[in-house]
């Protein structure tokens, strides 16, 4: 964001851009050059004279959010330059070519819109995805189904993502200490440095990156280390996987990559694992699991698992057996384990509180009794020795090459990165580094709190720092350049199986930025090589020497085509490696252990923001969190019972001391989190996020080590009898204001038989455990003849409870494919959130270790829908495919319907939410959906748009609608496939396939309102060895 | 000069007074006379000759039958012919719901015709009238009673019928000129 | 002219008489029509005025940010969609029923204790459903387009929506003004022919002229004029059933718990007339003190009024009481919750006070002691009408917050502009009482002198 235009005084500035900029743009069509004319604008005196009034020499200026500009100030300043920026390029692809997912007319047919497949880097992991453009902006992300590592499924950072890249605080322009500076200018200055560094063959040269796995990017920075031979390469991920990493290495003496088969596990422990969401290879494991979980009937068979985790996650939510247990103590139970299958497990520590030896020789019989058909996996956030120990009871269980497979590293450099980012402060604070180029990274935020960053590099005489935003980490260093969004230019990454995935940008940098492998040319003296040419020109390098498919090598301009057609590269995935584990790898180290006792505080990625780089994404601020509900903020998560020992409430704001590091958090008492443990998500916190994440929560990294990055014990909490007040979508009851259980929501959601539920053998001996209860029957007569819905088609969904994971993943899909506006933290907590489709979370139990169950609700549809009748402007109508239809421009706003939908699932524009404001949302939109005024009711229409573009098709093509031809957003990106539309007319459709299966039931059937959304009773699979 | 007699007017303390002179004037053969009173005295219109007719019920239950059918076919015919639409899977013509609104407007269209049929019958709104301009007369609408025999009377010569007036011993009798 | 008649403003006579005696025709003509034509402005009249202008102002404050940026100033939401504004509309509307009820079905049941209060009653009405009418307009989200709700068809040929309750809403209340307007203005006729006669100033004279018509007060013309007010009688009384009725329609369609109950219609005309009864009350006795009206608003009035709220008042208790049986006689879970959560859940409070004011605080109303004493009713009608209030806000907010899906369960809380719309209306309703009481006889006049012949034959009859 160009520093002059945050001031909202001084329009002076944007007026100016508008000027000089215009004629240039049309003079040089292409964006990148787009900027030159700012070479102008900084010899303007014009633009002098306003820059000397402006900044004092060498302040930085304040940026986004600071500087008492509120959220909405701050957009509409942005937007104006934004949108000019935006708008200029928003219609124009990449010069190069790029290859459309599915072939179709090369030139646009306006209102028809192009799939392109690429691949979304996240921790420097791709996973693949499609995007749609529409005349060459794009609007939405799906998931690749052709992509190994997706299927089809996409989860929510990838949903999201398409806003980021329209996101109005981005970096839109270099700037040299707090001014507006040219690439060009960059160049140079950094050219001189780059000389005077040659003569000592960039001793003082260092370059600090994410995890690398672009085959691209890693071999340009190899050619650029043979140039300068004593520079340094160094890679720091605040979530990376370190411990997995070392595991690895602990197990078999190097480092591996650990892929799971979990289409073949039919028995799992996780151990503290969140592999359905968290790790890379989430979309794919999600999938997986979901098929080897889903049931048609009793007869079938399903999976089983086990779950040891501190603090709720996703994958525990669908566990058998959930055990909440520190994180610390988890290690403990995994030894146990271990010993009872008759692996070496050194020193056997007694079982922690809260297990049991017969619940472990349970699970032991069980693991034995599916050799080579179960699979062990150990969290991230868990030590080495827990993954050496897990490594070493898979190959006990002869699970390796069945349900857990080994290859190389996908990371290009492994490295144990936070050793690798304290060497790389050491050598700054010897004074030892000159010139520090940064890519893609903020370590001024995310390093841990006793690696002092920020003050070593005080010491370094040039620093550069390549990034989306101008983040903490721009803000101390002396040039930054905004880099470019993964949608934005070409590249490479590697999936978290190996395989490799060309990135081709959908549309041309929006703001002129340059991205890693043009920073990469520049160290190399190359100033004018472009992108493509750079990744193009590896692969073809790599085709001739052979290392790619014989076909490559012959007509490399099919293979590349094809590459971006699909997606990803073919002969490209890492070969399985034949390693065997160390036995007695896990018995090898004890550490960690060492704080059995006490107080344990756990840090995790947010489930939301991530490490912090989502941070100023509005959809996932205001996306509820897993079973918190919780928006806008990041809160200490402590159990009931933890709670009412330490006398914390929900909202206290303690101070939390660890390492002599502290940080005050809100207190959010979660059910289902473990006693003694205290979870505190990452990446929030921000200084410098930008209008929207700029102030969201507290920051974790201040108290997070080097040593203890994921399970930290002695932290102290002290109330300060502050509150912070917490905003929840829903469970505003659970535990009320003053710690006391109200359980009424879940309690009531049972006796309403919102959830219904059995154990698989229930299941075996009542196949229609889900029906309605006798005095729940629909049977009573009524009034008035039913409308006859036989003809045509007769739209439908199901959800599968079974299979649902409650990710989130369909909630930013609706988002981004209506044009939902977010309405923010105030708003949210006079409940006017505008989520069309949400994830509700019910508990059962001992809220101390409670089953949770995720129910997906949407507007069902209802045949004799009572929001109808009640409207007194037929606003809202039955179309006669039985769908509920919301006609915005007749709906004057009385609010009767959402009073008379048993559901609630109909959202209202209190005020004027959507934002009309910020020029550059304006590309973002859905062309196919109106954006929302103030004072109308709104609702989820089964994505009609998709239902119309389909129809048309047909009926152009003269045929009928094929079964899963329309796809609504959210079951297209639903990583497990639990929601499935279509029509309920056709008995061989999926949709009825499902709903005639015996767990099919509807919500408030009673009230005879005919829903059109029906649901799969959940199942659970339970050891019947284990009691309770 | 150009002045016409409108009647002759007699001014009265009591209705008991007024009813027995308008009695016995309408007995004497009098047919074109009115009262003038500050409220509605019991018996006096028929005493003046007035027959109470059905007319305005008349009128008024004209009102209420548009009111009514108009009401339902209002309902009825954009759900059953002009734009029938799916409403919450009812059937177009769910007629209990046509009620409410066809009660309604009968009630409307009746109280209207009631108005406007009594002001109508009754001639009104009227700015000017002769009998204003009797001496006194504003206390027609306070405390006092008046008896107006008018001069188109078959019968009316102005000598005897101020005699005849005079004969219920009034306050006054005046000549009205139009 | 003696003294006695023209000027005793100061004659207090507290009497059980529904006109105190002693009246003559003159006397009470004069009497009221001088309130109009000769008394001075008075400062406290004057006063009132500038207090209620004032929360007039509070009001056109209030529409005005709820216009320019939306409901959303209001506490209301997801799941709450309705409160204060709809709690206010139905509060309103109820006051209402009173004044017709008493112009009109007393008039039908030839109650003599009618004549001196039925006309600020009926003023009363109007003014109630003004405020009233106001309300379903701005809690629209967008009140720009409130004439899509009138009966005509647009430009794609749809028509209202005639199965919501909301259009019969349209249709009952603005029926009711129109009708509530004529039966008033036709009650005015002769009175603002007297004003034009008594009337000094010319231009007061030609103003009365022009609105009385010409009014001559002919023997004709009273005949068809009493056929008139008796068929106007005839179609108010269902009327004013009806409108209440078709208010609780806007619940009973509903399927929510709390709002889906056959006991509503009965339940809340009864609540009308109480609540209505309680604000005539309200009105008449300050009115009566400050005119020195006692002669003419006698304590037989007031007891007459006090039994009637009394009586009303039983009704709506024993609604009360049915609705929480059958609540749990249904054995419907949802009905169940809904009941039990009004008594226990976060709005408990708000309810009890709720039956406090409704149901326990008019029962000293069985005490003679406290039907005769004037400020006693004041105080006892303040109460009711604040229990119904709340009744409605009850019936409104607890029904929607926890309805069927726990998921979506919610809370309001009420905004500044939540209470600065409330008592904005207020403002409004007193503007427009006060302007009334100062330019309009507020006693019927000739219905007075009516009732003093009567008196006067009974009398005589009494003697012979």
Redesign the interface.
């Known amino acids: 964001m160009p520093n002059p235009m945050t001031d909202s005084k001084d329009d002076l500035k944007a007026s100016e851009l508008v000027q000089i900029q215009l004629p240039s743009d049309s003079a040089n069509p292409h964006p990148p050059r787009f900027w030159r004319s700012l070479d102008e604008l900084n010899n303007g005196a014009a633009y002098q004279k306003g820059l000397a009034h402006e900044f004092p020499e060498g302040r930085f200026p304040k940026t986004s959010g600071q500087g008492g500009l509120n959220r909405r100030d701050l957009l509409k300043v942005m937007g104006a330059s934004a949108g000019l920026a935006g708008l200029t390029a928003c219609t124009k692809l990449p010069p190069e070519k790029i290859v459309p997912y599915v072939r179709q007319p090369e030139e646009f047919v306006p209102g028809i819109p192009l799939f392109y497949a690429t691949a979304m880097p996240l921790g420097g992991i791709g996973r693949g995805v499609l995007v749609e453009s529409h005349m060459g902006r794009p609007t939405k992300v799906e998931g690749n189904p052709d992509h190994p590592g997706s299927l089809g499924g996409a989860d929510v950072f990838g949903q999201a993502s398409v806003l980021t890249l329209y996101d109005p605080d981005r970096s839109q322009v270099p700037i040299h200490f707090g001014h507006l500076a040219s690439w060009d200018g960059f160049i140079a200055d950094f050219g001189d440095h780059l000389a005077s560094e040659s003569s000592t063959g960039g001793a003082g040269l260092r370059i600090l990156t994410g995890s690398i796995t672009s085959p691209t990017l890693a071999d340009q920075i190899k050619s650029v280390l043979s140039q300068f031979p004593s520079a340094g390469w160094h890679q720091y991920e605040p979530c990376g996987r370190d411990n997995a990493r070392e595991g690895a290495k602990l197990a078999f003496g190097q480092y591996v990559n650990t892929i799971y088969r979990l289409d073949k596990a039919d028995v799992i422990l996780s151990l503290d694992s969140d592999f359905l969401f968290a790790e890379p290879g989430g979309l794919r494991y999600a999938r997986d699991f979901a098929g080897r979980r889903r049931m048609v009937d009793p007869s079938g068979t399903t999976n089983r698992l086990y779950v040891l985790e501190s603090t709720p996650s996703i994958t525990g939510s669908l566990a058998d057996h959930r055990v909440p247990i520190r994180s610390s103590d988890i290690q403990a139970v995994a030894r146990a384990a271990a010993q009872g299958l008759g692996v070496p497990s050194g020193s056997d520590a007694a079982l922690p509180a809260g297990m049991s030896a017969d619940w472990v020789a349970a699970l032991v019989h069980d693991l034995q009794a599916h050799r080579a058909s179960s699979l062990v996996v150990a969290g991230e956030q868990q030590p080495p020795s827990v993954h050496a120990l897990a490594h070493a009871i898979n190959h006990a269980l002869g699970n390796v090459g069945v349900t857990v497979i080994y290859t190389d590293p996908v990371e290009a450099n492994a490295t144990d990165e936070i050793k690798s980012l304290k060497d790389l402060v050491a050598d700054m604070d010897g004074g030892r580094v000159r010139t520090l180029l940064m890519i893609g990274v903020n370590p001024a935020y995310n390093a841990p709190a006793d690696v002092p960053f920020v003050a070593a590099i005080q010491k370094v005489d040039f620093r550069v720092h390549l990034g989306l935003h101008q983040d903490e980490t721009a803000e101390v260093c002396h040039w930054h350049v905004p880099e470019t969004h993964y949608l934005e230019a070409w590249g490479d990454v590697r999936n978290y199986d190996g395989s490799a995935s060309i990135i081709q940008p959908l549309i041309a940098p929006l703001y002129g930025g340059k991205s890693a492998h043009e920073m990469m040319a520049v160290l190399q003296g190359q100033t004018n090589l472009s992108t493509h040419d750079l990744v193009r020109g590896y692969w073809q390098r790599q085709a001739e020497a052979g290392h790619l498919a014989p076909a490559a090598a012959s007509n490399f301009e099919t293979f590349w085509e094809t590459s971006l057609n699909n997606g990803w590269i073919e002969g490209t995935t890492l070969a399985v490696k034949q390693v065997t584990a160390n036995a007695s790898a896990g018995a090898a180290t004890t550490a960690a252990e060492s704080n059995a006792q006490g107080l344990e505080i756990v840090f995790r990625p947010d489930p939301s923001v991530w490490d912090g780089s989502f941070a100023n994404n509005a959809w996932l601020q205001e996306l509820p969190r897993p079973f918190s509900k919780l928006t806008w903020d990041n809160t200490l998560l402590v159990s009931p019972a933890t709670a009412a020992r330490l006398g914390l409430q929900r909202e206290d704001v303690v101070k939390i001391v660890l390492e002599g590091h502290e940080v005050e958090a809100p207190v959010l008492i979660l059910p289902g989190q473990a006693a003694n443990s205290v979870a505190l998500h990452l990446g929030y916190g921000r200084r410098r996020a930008g209008g929207v994440g700029t102030g969201v929560g507290v920051n974790a990294y201040a108290i997070r080590t080097s040593d203890a990055p994921w399970i930290a014990a002695g932290a102290t909490l002290t109330k300060t009898g502050d509150k912070h007040h917490l905003v929840t979508t829903q469970n505003h009851h659970l535990i009320d204001q003053n710690g006391q259980k109200v359980e009424e929501e879940s309690e009531a959601a049972f006796d309403r038989h919102v959830i219904r539920v059995a154990t698989v053998e229930e299941y075996g001996r009542d196949p229609n455990f889900a029906a309605d209860p006798p005095e729940e029957t629909t049977a009573a007569p009524s009034m008035y003849p039913k409308v006859d819905y036989s003809q045509g088609y007769s739209w439908g969904m199901s959800v599968d409870l079974n299979t649902c994971i409650g990710c989130n993943a369909c909630v930013v899909a609706c988002y981004a494919e209506n044009n939902i506006a977010v309405v923010g933290k105030e708003e949210v907590d006079n409940g006017r959130d505008m989520q069309w489709i949400r994830v509700d979370t019910y508990f059962r139990g001992d809220l101390d270790n409670p089953e949770a169950y995720n129910e997906v609700m949407l507007c069902q549809h209802c045949e004799n829908a009572p929001c109808e009748y009640v409207c007194p402007v037929g606003a809202t109508v039955h179309s006669p495919e039985g769908l509920n239809l919301m006609v915005y421009n007749r709906c004057v706003g009385t609010r009767y319907c959402s009073n008379n939908c048993p559901y609630k699932v109909r959202r209202f524009n209190f005020k004027l939410y959507s934002d009309w404001d910020t020029p550059s949302l304006y590309p973002l939109r859905n062309p196919d959906v109106t954006v929302r005024s103030r004072g109308v009711m709104e609702k989820c229409t089964y994505c009609v748009q998709r239902i119309m573009e389909a129809k048309i098709v047909a009926e152009r093509e003269d045929r009928t609608l094929r079964d899963g031809e329309i796809q609504t957003a959210c079951q297209q990106t639903c990583p497990t496939q639990a929601i499935v539309f279509g029509n309920i007319n056709d008995p061989e459709s999926r949709v009825s396939k499902l709903k005639a299966q015996s767990r099919d039931y509807g919500l408030l059937r009673d009230l005879n309102v005919r829903p059109r959304t029906t649901y799969l009773a959940r199942l659970t699979n339970p050891n019947v060895e284990i009691k309770g | 000069m150009a002045r016409y007699l409108y009647g002759l007017m007699a001014e009265f303390e009591t209705p008991e007074q007024i009813l027995a002179a308008a009695e016995r004037a309408h007995a004497e053969g009098y047919h074109r006379m009115d009262t003038y009173t500050p409220f509605a005295v019991e018996g006096l219109a028929e005493a003046v000759g007035f027959q109470r007719g059905r007319k305005l019920s008349a009128i008024v239950l004209c009102g209420g039958l548009t009111g009514c059918f108009g009401g339902f076919f209002m309902c009825w015919w954009p759900n059953v012919i002009g734009y029938p639409l799916n409403i919450g899977g009812k059937p177009w013509n769910s007629w209990p719901a046509f009620i409410p609104i066809t009660f309604e407007l009968t009630i409307l269209f009746s109280a209207l015709a009631a108005l406007v049929g009594m002001l109508a019958l009754n001639g009104l709104p009227m700015p000017y009238h002769p009998v204003f301009n009797a001496p006194n007369f504003d206390r027609a609408s306070r405390d006092r009673f008046f008896l107006c025999i008018e001069a188109d009377d078959p019968k009316f010569d102005l000598g005897g019928t101020r005699e005849f007036l005079e004969g219920f011993d009034p306050v006054e009798v005046s000549e009205v000129e139009s | 002219m003696d003294p006695v008649e023209t000027n005793n403003l100061t004659a207090v006579v507290e009497t059980d008489e529904v006109i105190a005696p002693g009246q003559?025709?003159?006397s009470v003509?004069?009497r009221v029509s001088d309130m109009v034509l000769e008394w001075p402005i008075g400062y406290r009249w004057a006063a009132g005025l500038l207090l209620a202008l004032a929360l007039l102002f509070v009001l056109n404050l209030a529409l005005g940010v709820v216009f320019t940026?939306?409901?959303?100033?209001w506490?209301?939401?997801?799941?709450?969609?309705?409160a204060f504004a709809i709690t206010n509309f139905v509060w309103w509307i109820g006051i209402g029923h009173a004044g017709t009820l008493i112009s009109a079905f007393l008039l039908l049941m030839r109650q003599q204790w009618r004549t001196s209060i039925n006309r600020f009653a009926e003023a009363m009405t109007i003014f109630a459903v003004a405020c009233a009418g106001m309300f379903?307009l701005a809690?629209?989200?967008?009140?720009w387009?409130?004439y899509?709700?009138l009966?005509y068809?647009d430009t794609m040929?749809?028509?209202?929506?005639?199965?919501?309750?909301?259009?019969?809403d349209?249709?009952?209340v603005?029926?009711y003004l129109?009708?509530s307007l004529?039966?008033w203005?036709?009650g005015l006729l002769?009175d603002l022919?007297?004003l034009?006669?008594?009337a000094k100033k010319r231009i007061t004279k030609i103003i009365y002229?022009?609105v009385s018509?010409?009014?001559?007060?002919?023997?004709?013309?009273?005949?068809?004029?009493?056929?008139?007010s008796l068929?106007?009688a005839g179609?108010?009384t269902?009327?004013v059933v009806?409108v209440h009725t078709?208010v609780s329609?806007d619940f009973t369609?509903?399927?929510?718990p709390g709002w889906h109950s056959t006991i509503f219609p009965p339940y809340f005309v009864a609540g009308a007339i109480y609540s209505g009864f309680a604000m005539v009350l309200t009105l008449a006795i300050p009115l009566r003190k400050y005119y020195h009206l006692e002669g003419f608003v006698t304590m037989k009035h007031l007891d007459f009024m006090a039994k009637v709220m009394l009586a009303t008042g039983l009704v709506v208790a024993y609604s009360y009481i049915m609705e929480a049986f059958m609540s749990f006689y249904s054995?419907n879970?949802?009905e169940r919750?809904m009941m039990m959560n009004r008594m226990t859940g976060p709005y408990a409070k708000v309810f009890w006070t709720l039956i406090a004011c409704n149901l326990v605080g008019p029962q000293v109303l069985w005490l003679r002691r406290f039907r005769q004493s004037a400020w006693l009713l004041f105080g006892v009608s303040l109460v009711v009408q604040t229990g119904m209030w709340l009744e409605r806000f009850v019936i409104i907010v607890t029904s929607?917050h926890r309805?069927?899906?726990?998921?979506?369960?919610?809370?309001f809380y009420p905004t500044r502009w939540d209470y600065m719309t409330f008592l904005g209306t207020l403002g409004l309703f007193f503007t427009l009482f006060y302007l009334f009481i100062r330019f309009l006889p507020m006693i019927a006049i000739?219905?007075l002198?009516?009732l003093v012949?009567k008196k006067q034959e009974e009398s005589h009859a009494a003697v012979h």
Request: net charge positive; proline share 10%; glycine share 10%.
């Open positions: 003559t025709y003159r003509s004069d940026i939306g409901v959303g100033v506490g209301i939401n997801i799941p709450v969609g309705w379903p809690h629209m989200g967008r009140p387009l409130f899509w709700l009966p068809p040929g749809t028509w209202p929506q005639f199965r919501s309750p909301l259009v019969w349209v249709f009952a603005s029926t129109t009708v004529i039966f203005y036709v002769p022919a007297t034009r006669d008594r002229g022009i018509l010409g009014w001559r007060g002919s023997a004709v013309h009273w005949s068809r004029y009493e056929m008139c068929l106007l179609l108010s269902p009327l009806s078709v329609f369609i509903a399927i929510l054995g879970p949802y919750y929607l309805d069927f899906l726990p998921s979506s369960w919610g809370m000739h219905e002198r009516d012949h």
